[in-house]
């Protein structure tokens, strides 16, 4: 399937979005959030009641509903599909669930060559409920494009391996040190299924993809170039002839940019610590860029969200593409209308 064979309209074709992250001329710089659906949102937790966070994901109506809530309340310029980084793992039979407040939480952790034998390939049939779900959001969304994203090889192990969130990692990096075939592996079948899983996504209608190697920024550069990139950059490969933008991000990568530039992808996501002017140096060229407003800004006035959008605006003047987002996901208890006036703030601001 080629660019103008996949399941999308002209008009999201030529949207704000999708031209930035093609490096082309807009009409404004699009904005979107990560974790722009969520608990941030009353009417997300509203739908949410009851329901345990993985069975919201595996319910089409409920998660199209939870997809267009932040499209219809802050006007951005794309929505993301909501669903979670594990749940092409569970999708496989992983017994894991996502505890409020924790995260994803692993029943059995990989740690032996043994344990391997938890993976196994991700077919369509795992997730039929996904490629329901888009079909019914692409239908609602009119132009607005639709994000479909994965966890990145090295996240999902990090949770795999540690079994829970960590802070240091030290079960996943010990594996990778210390049994590098072993890691190897583990990390050449999460590309498979991450690329299977994307695939699902953009075969259904997703106009992008965003790889999410949140933790990465654990890493030294030849740590991560000698035993990560690899398997993300055959995630990137994998989907490369559909056309659709590939967005690479990650949380505290300030001395990886140039490698993540390297590993494939379209469009490399910044996260606050770094300016993008600074940033488009070590990317280098041939990129467009997201981000990258501390997303702690939005705990201020709205004077000071302003004059911190204006600094983000201004390093991203000489970029050739880019695509105005937070530097991380939204927090929980940020106030949704400061959301909806900065969607508007970058919107005016960026008007030609
Ligand atoms: O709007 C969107 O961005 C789409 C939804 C989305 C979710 N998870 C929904 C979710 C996305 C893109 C993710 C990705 C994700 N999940 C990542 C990568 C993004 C990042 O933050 O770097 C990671 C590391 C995870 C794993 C995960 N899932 C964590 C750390 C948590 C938070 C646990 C908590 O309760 O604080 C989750 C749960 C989760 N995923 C929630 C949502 C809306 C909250 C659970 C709830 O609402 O009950």
Same mark, same amino acid.
């Given at each position: 399937m080629s660019a103008n064979e996949t399941p999308q309209t002209s008009a999201t074709y030529d949207s704000a979005f999708l031209r930035a992250c093609r490096r082309e001329p807009v009409p404004h710089t699009p904005v979107w959030f990560m974790r722009q659906a969520g608990r941030s949102l009353p009417e997300y937790r509203k739908v949410r009641e009851g329901i345990p966070m993985l069975e919201s994901c595996m319910r089409p109506e409920l998660v199209t509903e939870i997809t267009l809530q932040p499209v219809r309340r802050h006007n951005v310029d794309a929505a993301i599909y909501y669903s979670d980084i594990v749940v092409p793992l569970k999708a496989i039979g992983i017994d894991l669930e996502i505890k409020p407040g924790v995260g994803p939480v692993v029943d059995r952790p990989i +740690? %032996? +060559?043994? !344990? &391997?034998?938890?993976l196994r390939d991700l077919t369509p049939e795992d997730v039929s409920y996904v490629t329901e779900a888009i079909g019914l959001l692409t239908r609602e969304l009119g132009a607005t494009p639709l994000i479909g994203f994965a966890g990145a090889p090295f996240t999902l192990a990090s949770y795999l391996i540690e079994g829970g969130p960590s802070r240091s990692y030290e079960n996943a990096k010990a594996m990778m040190y210390g049994d590098p075939e072993l890691w190897a592996d583990l990390l050449d079948r999460l590309a498979d299924i991450t690329a299977a899983f994307l695939k699902v996504q953009i075969e259904a209608g997703a106009s992008a993809v965003q790889l999410f190697d949140s933790w990465v920024g654990s890493l030294a550069p030849a740590d991560y170039r000698r035993s990560v990139m690899p398997a993300s950059a055959k995630v990137f490969e994998a989907v490369a002839g559909y056309g659709v933008p590939r967005i690479h991000f990650g949380v505290g990568t300030g001395e990886l940019l140039n490698l993540m530039g390297e590993a494939g992808a379209d469009v490399v996501g910044v996260d606050w610590r770094v300016p993008l002017d600074e940033a488009v140096r070590r990317v280098g060229p041939g990129k467009a860029l997201q981000g990258n407003l501390d997303? %702690?800004? &939005?705990? %201020? /006035?709205p004077e000071i969200v302003e004059a911190k959008t204006r600094e983000v605006l201004d390093a991203a003047a000489g970029l050739e593409g880019h695509v105005f987002n937070l530097g991380h996901g939204v927090m929980p208890? /940020? !106030?949704p209308d400061a959301l909806t006036r900065l969607v508007d703030y970058v919107h005016t601001r960026t008007a030609r």
């Open positions: +740690r %032996t +060559r043994a !344990d &391997l034998a938890q997303p %702690t800004v &939005l705990f %201020t /006035t208890s /940020t !106030d």
